[in-house]
């Protein structure tokens, strides 16, 4: 299985909106609702920020959704806030226990 | 409150074994699935393998396969990754996960800086 496929950049100005994309396979993506996307900061472990596609933890804010067509998963953050800059990191189940994450996306809040 | 916590930092050189350590607490650890994620410097996450401490069945990425072995201890609620040769490439982060459902990770260990280098 080869990684999701991740923009390695994405950026926008306070209080704007910005998605990410995320795409994989049929045999990944496209065959399983079980995306999820995680914040990393740098020196941190990863956040969960959205689960099974579309769903988000207690705690993550609003601003934070998920999506999904075909082979392609996609989180938007809107409103975006300075604190919200950091890697994004997409990943999904792949059948036979295994998950797959994608590249990352460095989010700059301008 | 559910807590993973990990081993401390390594310092290895070429060609040493190593086995680093995941200790689950606050939940039931024989019936939730350990990961491990991989992050190398400056780069992204990379999941490894994952293990059922109850009965200790795991499945390997392809890329990690026989490169690690992953185990548990169920006794002692703790979950091992291990190496018999390492390689100045295995320099990395691991991150120890629990993973819920088929996809879902909300706890992290706080990760096990690991340096191979001669």
């Known amino acids: 299985q080869s990684a999701l496929t991740q923009p390695p950049s994405a950026s926008g100005s306070p209080g704007q909106s910005v998605t990410i994309s995320c795409t994989g396979t049929?045999?990944?993506?496209?065959?399983?609702?079980?995306v999820s996307w995680y914040q990393q900061h740098p020196g941190k472990a990863p956040k969960l920020m959205i689960y099974?596609?579309?769903k988000r933890p207690s705690g993550v804010p609003d601003r934070f959704s998920g999506s999904k067509s075909g082979d392609t998963a996609s989180l938007t953050v809107s409103g975006l806030q300075p604190e919200d800059e950091a890697d994004y990191y997409c990943?999904?189940?792949?059948?036979?226990?295994?998950?797959?994450f994608g590249g990352g996306t460095k989010l700059t809040v301008l | 409150e559910v807590q993973l916590v990990q081993s401390g930092a390594e310092v290895k050189k070429p060609g040493e074994s190593l086995r680093i350590s995941c200790k689950g607490s606050g939940y039931s650890f024989t019936t939730s699935w350990i990961g491990w994620v991989r992050q190398m410097p400056g780069k992204g996450l990379e999941w490894m393998g994952i293990v059922y401490p109850g009965d200790s069945d795991t499945t390997y990425s392809p890329s990690f396969q026989g490169q690690v072995t992953i185990s548990a201890d169920k006794s002692i609620s703790t979950a091992y990754l291990q190496w018999s040769s390492l390689k100045a490439s295995d320099t990395a982060m691991y991150f120890c996960?629990?993973?819920?459902?088929?996809?879902?990770?909300?706890?992290w260990g706080q990760g096990t800086l690991v340096t191979v280098s001669s």
């Open positions: 049929s045999s990944d993506v496209g065959s399983y609702n079980y």
């Open positions: 099974e596609v579309t």
């Open positions: 990943s999904s189940y792949a059948g036979s226990n295994i998950v797959i």
């Open positions: 996960v629990r993973r819920d459902g088929y996809n879902t990770i909300v706890y």
